[in-house]
């Protein structure tokens, strides 16, 4: 979703109101934390297909995270919102320690990897980090094969001999090698 030129990127979705004053909790997605959320910093609803901007005003802590957004100031506005998309720009996600997330999957580098339908599909050579999503690249018969870091997709890791097993989604694994 662009907006001013800019590609948004969903990091949570509202799931409901939160109390009588117009507060919204909301789920983050997997491999977001709440230091996305700052005070007086914009998120963005997606609403009817657009990004509309609300400013921070309060961060809670409780089952969920718990933000008050700017004009949304009863349980009855904030009921509009519920099951919304929130995204941010990507400058505004909290810089992170590239070095403490290399060293994470550095000991993976080099591994062989086994699709339950293809088999071998080549060693990893690389982890990129994109926001929100970890993908692995492994070279076979000349050509690159990206693979999202998902424990959907990674179903066993031999540490021992070296091994990944995955069940990649349908089709990806042809997309590279066709």
């Known amino acids: 979703m662009i907006f001013d030129g800019v590609e948004l990127i969903q990091v949570a979705s509202v799931i ?44 809670k802590n409780a089952a969920n995270i718990v933000l008050k957004l700017q004009f949304i100031d009863s ?4 009921q509009k919102y519920s099951n919304i998309d929130i995204l941010v720009k990507p400058e505004d996600l909290p810089i992170t320690n590239k070095a403490d997330s290399e060293n994470e999957f550095a000991d993976l580098e080099g591994f062989e990897v086994f699709d339950e339908i293809f088999g071998f599909i ?10 929100g999503n970890i993908v692995f690249e492994t070279e076979f018969k000349g050509k690159n ?12 890791i031999d540490y021992d ?9 349908e089709g990806l694994i042809q997309l590279y090698l066709e």
């Open 16 to 59: 409901k109101p939160h109390g009588l004053k117009g507060h919204l909790s909301i789920k983050l997605i997997e491999n977001f934390s709440e230091e996305i959320f700052e005070i007086n910093k914009p998120v963005f609803l997606l609403i009817e297909g657009i990004p509309v901007p609300f400013f921070i005003q309060e961060i």
């Open 75 to 78: 349980e009855e506005q904030a």
């Open 122 to 131: 080549g060693k990893i050579i690389l982890f990129n980090e994109i926001p």
């Open 145 to 156: 094969i990206i693979i999202p870091w998902n424990e959907d997709i990674i179903k066993t």
């Open 161 to 169: 001999n070296q091994k990944i097993i995955i069940v990649a989604p």
